[in-house]
């Protein structure tokens, strides 16, 4: 059975940085698609960047240019450096994971508070 651990979330201040970690294990194959979601509190989960396992990136436009994700292949890890970040970023951040011959996976998800 697939298992997704992210790390890395807590408490960062307006302008700060912060960097996620996502480890996806128990599977055989490895995944086609890594995508970071964060869902706020009232709001819909929506799509935060997606790296795919060729190394194509897709951003949201609310973090490009503030945002960098990137994956190591080997380990089945994806990251996502966030800088400048804003209160509005706030939210409680997911992995997914996506693969061609198994149903898609989430983690349980990290909290994100930017605040002062």
């Known amino acids: 059975q697939v298992q997704v651990v992210e790390s890395g979330g807590g408490l960062v201040q307006p302008g700060g940085s912060l960097r996620l970690s996502c480890a996806a294990s128990g599977s055989i194959f490895s995944p086609t698609v890594m995508g970071w979601y964060r869902q706020a509190p009232g709001k819909q989960r929506e799509l935060v960047a997606s790296i795919t396992a060729g190394g194509k990136t897709n951003y949201a436009d609310f973090v490009k240019g503030r945002a960098t994700i990137s994956s190591d292949n080997a380990k089945n890890t994806m990251y996502l450096q966030m800088n400048k970040m804003r209160p509005e970023d706030t939210a409680v951040y997911y992995c997914?994971?996506?693969?061609?011959?198994?149903?898609?996976?989430w983690g349980p998800g990290t909290q994100v508070t930017v605040s002062s």
């Open positions: 997914n994971v996506r693969y061609n011959l198994l149903p898609e996976s």
